[in-house]
């Protein structure tokens, strides 16, 4: 809106925030389109100098605050850090602001990735900012901005502490911005900001910049979900086809069958609402459906469209050798890319996922069959999300999507500026129905919680560089503390709560002769006295029982004492365990009748005599079970009922309560049934009461005891030593140990201080490397490793320290270090050696092969934590250990090429 339409009274306000804001009305009036009143708010909150956390929908703006501090730290001469949560959001937010400010003030670091670290302006990944603080590193001088992008990725339960560390560890002066999805307990979060980094405030915005519109696909058919009259309501319409459909099916015998995802793009693109992102929760799903798309003949572009994307693509990986291209799948990709289509998920090569993302973001490719990784914090709108399903595998099992997993998938539809709506369209199956759908659509709850907990080279880093002491304060400062306190207030309160009550029913429960509630005391140990003695009573009948079975031949008259089958009888034979069904005992009872008894059913079987039987005794012939029973009952006649050995034995605790109770003065009260209710009410909400204040004791510096757990094993290792003054110190152990940032850091550090990892040679070593951090998907399949008998040994060797480790966390209660996996060692290995993409991509066995994206992952993160390993062994005054830096720096050079080097 320009200052002519403006009114008087609105010019004047402008004027006047502009005076007070120059910096924001100069960023402002070059933004390409008008802030909103929340992007106004937290600027202008930046610019008056405090920390800002913003919270709102995906695609609403929110890196318009940051890139606002960016513009504040160059116009004051200082610095400014923009951190993300991965490296290709990283990659990304650096091309943008280089483009804006200048290559020559923007930097990039991601571990492995440094350019121009020492810019004024520099995008790093979390852990790189957590490192360099824990490094004292003299690039954190003169820094005055540090923009937490995606800050809600505290939560991720591997990754969550760096947020949390780098947020209470950083200098007072920084000036820390907040950006977060939206999630419900926004406050909460602002709040534990605003304790640990004092003025902080806290913004939220719920309202969409392009308002999202919700469908279901039925068959062919787009309905709407929501009645057009009444949104609260569901569409009659779409009720009215399901109803039609389900009649179908059943009518023509027909189970669900495969979604025909060409005729759902189809169906899309006839009603314009193409661009979109169509997710499917699975990485071959995603392929097929290109592939579906491909096959079928659609093609959602023109020649000349087609013509532009194969140019770009074959630009975009020229540099990589043909032979890995092939290997990968890349005629089959590009010719998805030319026709509009193209799978993205973590499966693929970074390079190819780059393309996708360019692609679909000028236009060309149209529709993208993606995994939810991509909800994850990459730039990338469409005008429509599709939902294929509403259930997806956690790892563990298969799912139901959460209300703000619906909320952030779907968050990408509506692109700001280009699209006046989005649509979310869910695709209809019988195994859910629309109120599901209107459920997941409408209820906002997308909570915060924190995955804080310490580490060993937390633990380390953080007694190394302020001792114990501050190691506890930045523990108890942490969110997860902030949180569990408040859970503890809570129940807290529900205890007191409950204590009034139980003080109430004290009340009620009063007797004018004694005290009620001790004489119902005694009533309910008495109770637990007997019972307890009943049940030890009947597991020695049980035994006692299991020593008669065993024993039981053929002939054996006996007493069963239990069942409907109560009575004399006689045994006849045992029958064979059977599948659902355990061993069962056959008996000919005195009526003619032969059955089977189970024997977890048989309580109390007594032994009393024998009869005679032939040898040739056929339980089916009905003359034969009439002679047996005859025999049976002649034998019983006048037989009194057989009892076990020693009886029941008096217990002196039950008969001296038992006079106990009768002598209390309230056990002749006749008001003892009314008192009696009050008492049994008492008791409950005392239970209940004692059941709460436990649960608070238990969160009350629960962190606190976690971290004496970890320095608990850290002393048990030598790698903290206790001083005489309380604190203590850090070992030469520890301080290898300060170098490892790794979720195996303390196995790592265990195998390079006892020189387990020295004399191999780089490939053996890379090899070695990689069992300590991959993490299967799926169950791990005993890979062969037909490498040098140096690595098996090495590994065995390995393993007697992860087991030692092991056993230490055990003892604590913990689940720190995970057991190496050799599944990647040998593609590993044979890459390292120099060996191609494809044969390295073969070298898996067993069914299920790694895509080219996972493998190069997984080289990575090997590579990354060679480059530490080869850091911490040059801190080891051997020779062993500095022939094993070369050799960790030699191998990291030796994997660092072709598709693993293009990132």
């Not at 007493?559 to 056959?586: D, F």
């Not at 110190?729 to 990892?757: I, K, P, S, Y």
């Not at 991959?774 to 399949?781: D, S, W």
Request: with cysteine.
């Amino acid at each position: 809106m320009s200052s002519d339409e403006l009114s008087p009274a609105e010019r004047y306000a402008k004027h006047t925030d502009g005076r007070r804001h120059p910096r924001l009305a100069a960023f402002a009036e070059a933004a390409p389109f008008p802030l909103d009143d929340f992007q106004l708010d937290a600027c202008r909150t930046l610019e008056e100098g405090h920390g800002v956390l913003v919270c709102a929908p995906t695609g609403a703006g929110k890196t318009i605050v940051g890139e606002f501090s960016v513009d504040l730290a160059l116009e004051q001469g200082r610095k400014c850090f923009y951190t993300t949560p991965i490296k290709a959001l990283s990659n990304q937010k650096f091309n943008d602001l280089a483009a804006v400010h200048g290559s020559e003030n923007v930097g990039l670091l991601t571990g492995d990735t440094v350019i121009n670290g020492e810019a004024p302006v520099v995008v790093m990944t979390t852990e790189v900012l957590r490192n360099m603080i824990y490094a004292g590193s003299p690039t954190l001088n003169n820094l005055g901005y540090v923009v937490m992008d995606e800050v809600h990725y505290l939560a991720d339960r591997f990754r969550g502490a760096v947020w949390e560390e780098i947020i209470i560890e950083l200098p007072p002066a920084v000036t820390v911005v907040s950006l977060s999805a939206t999630v419900s307990n926004a406050e909460e979060f602002g709040a534990w900001l605003d304790s640990v980094r004092p003025t902080t405030k806290t913004i939220v915005s719920e309202t969409r910049p392009v308002p999202l519109w919700q469908h279901m696909m039925v068959g062919n058919t787009l309905l709407d979900l929501f009645d057009a009259e009444d949104s609260k309501n569901l569409n009659p319409a779409l009720t009215k086809k399901i109803a039609q459909q389900k009649e179908r099916e059943q009518r023509y015998h027909r189970r669900r069958r495969h979604v025909d995802r060409g005729r759902v793009v189809e169906r899309l693109d006839r009603a314009a609402l193409l661009p979109a992102i169509y997710f499917i929760f699975s990485r071959a799903g995603c392929d097929a459906a290109v592939d579906e798309c491909v096959r079928s003949g659609i093609s959602l572009t023109t020649p000349q469209e087609s013509d532009a994307i194969r140019e770009f693509a074959e630009g975009a990986t020229s540099h990589i050798d043909p032979a890995d291209l092939h290997a990968v799948g890349f005629n089959r990709w590009i010719d998805g890319l030319a026709a509009g289509f193209a799978a993205h998920h973590a499966g693929l090569l970074p390079v190819f996922k780059e393309v996708v993302e360019q692609l679909f973001e000028r236009g060309l490719v149209k529709v993208v069959f993606a995994t939810e990784t991509l909800a994850l914090g990459i730039n990338m709108p469409a005008r429509t999300v599709v939902l294929e399903r509403l259930v997806k595998y956690d790892g563990t099992d298969h799912v139901m999507l959460t209300p703000g997993q619906y909320t952030q998938l779907t968050g990408r539809a509506g692109r700001r500026g280009i699209d006046i709506e989005g649509h979310a369209v869910t695709l209809w199956s019988p195994d859910f129905s629309p109120k599901i759908v209107a459920g997941l659509a409408t209820k906002r709850t997308y909570p915060l919680d924190s995955s804080f907990a310490p580490s060993y080279n937390m633990a380390v880093n953080l007694i190394s560089t302020a001792g114990l002491r501050r190691a506890d304060e930045v523990l108890a400062s942490s969110f997860a503390q902030y949180q569990s306190d408040q859970h503890a207030v809570h129940i807290a309160e529900q205890a007191r709560a409950l204590a009034r009550k139980s003080e109430l029913a004290s009340q009620e429960a009063s007797c004018d002769r004694g005290d009620y509630l001790a004489y119902y005391g005694l009533t309910k140990e008495l109770s637990r006295l007997e019972k307890s003695n009943q049940k030890r009573r009947k597991g020695q009948l049980r035994d006692a029982m299991k020593a008669d079975m065993s024993d039981l031949k053929r002939g054996d008259i006996v007493w069963l004492g239990a069942g409907r089958r109560s009575g004399w009888a006689v045994y006849l034979e045992h029958t064979r365990p059977r599948k659902n069904r355990g061993a069962e005992a056959i008996f000919l009872t005195t009526d003619s009748r032969a059955g089977a008894v189970p024997m977890k059913r048989l309580t109390d079987v007594l032994v009393d005599g024998k009869l005679k039987m032939k040898r040739n005794f056929r339980r089916h012939d009905a003359d034969q079970r009439r002679d047996l029973a005859s025999a049976l009952r002649e034998a019983t006649r006048d037989r009194p009922r057989p009892t076990r050995r020693g009886g029941r034995a008096n217990d002196p605790k039950i008969d001296s309560l038992r006079e106990e109770i009768r002598s209390h003065p309230c056990h002749s009260c006749p008001e003892s049934g009314r008192h009696a209710a009050h008492a049994a009410r008492w008791w409950k909400l005392h239970s209940e009461q004692q059941t709460m204040r436990k649960k608070a004791r238990k969160r009350e510096n629960s962190l606190a005891r976690q971290f004496s757990d970890v320095r608990g094993v850290l002393v048990g290792l030598d790698y903290l030593e206790p001083a005489e003054d309380g604190e203590v110190t850090v070992t030469d152990r520890g301080r290898l140990l300060r170098n490892l940032f790794n979720e195996a850091d303390l196995l790592v550090a265990q195998c390079l201080h006892d020189g387990v990892w020295e004399g191999l040679d780089p490939s053996s070593l890379a090899a070695l490397a990689s069992t300590v951090m991959y993490e299967a998907r799926f169950e791990e399949e005993d890979y062969y490793i037909a490498t040098p008998g140096s690595i098996n040994e090495a590994l065995a060797a390995t393993m007697r320290r992860y087991e030692a480790i092991n056993r230490l966390e055990r003892a604590r209660h913990m689940e720190l270090t995970a057991r190496p996996q050799k599944g990647i060692a040998w593609p590993i290995y044979r890459w390292a050696r120099g060996e191609d993409l494809a044969d390295a991509l073969r070298s898996f066995e067993g069914p299920k092969a790694m895509p080219g994206g996972d493998f190069v992952r997984w080289t990575r993160r090997t590579l990354d934590l060679l480059h530490q390993v080869g850091d911490a062994a040059r801190t080891i005054d051997r020779p062993g250990a500095q022939d094993l830096a070369k050799c960790a720096f030699d191998a990291a050079d030796a994997m660092k090429r072709g598709v693993v080097a293009d990132m």
